[in-house]
């Protein structure tokens, strides 16, 4: 049973960081891609960024890059958004989701997702 758990959100004034983390378990993730979404109140999903098994490419929306970075261990299985520069725009459910393979932007693509975790921004 895959399991992705997503643990670091909360509450912080913009201009403000947050470390998000992922934790994955029961299955070997080797050459999957794993990914952040986010999904904001009334609002559709959004890619927000992902990261190949290799750790060397990466793919980031235009709405944080620069501001947003993401990271893996493969040996503990996780994976972390490093969140900084954070604005009111930025609040949302942020879920971890994973897929075999290469990096996609679209959210049908991934097979396993977490339960999400709440980053709120206060202005």
């Known amino acids: 049973q895959v399991q992705l758990v997503e643990s670091g959100g909360g509450l912080v004034q913009a201009g403000g960081s947050l470390r998000l983390s992922c934790a994955a378990s029961g299955r070997t993730f080797s050459n999957y891609a794993m990914a952040w979404f986010r999904q904001a109140p009334g609002k559709e999903r959004e890619f927000v960024a992902a990261?190949?098994?290799?750790?060397?490419?990466?793919s980031y929306a235009d709405s944080v890059q620069g501001r947003f970075t993401i990271s893996r261990d493969n040996a503990k299985n996780m994976v972390y958004l490093q969140m900084n520069s954070l604005k009111s725009e930025d609040t949302a459910l942020y879920y971890c989701a994973s897929k075999w393979g290469s990096i996609m932007v679209g959210s049908l693509r991934y097979r396993y997702w977490g339960q999400g975790t709440q980053v709120t921004v206060s202005s």
């Open positions: 990261i190949m098994w290799s750790a060397d490419t990466t």
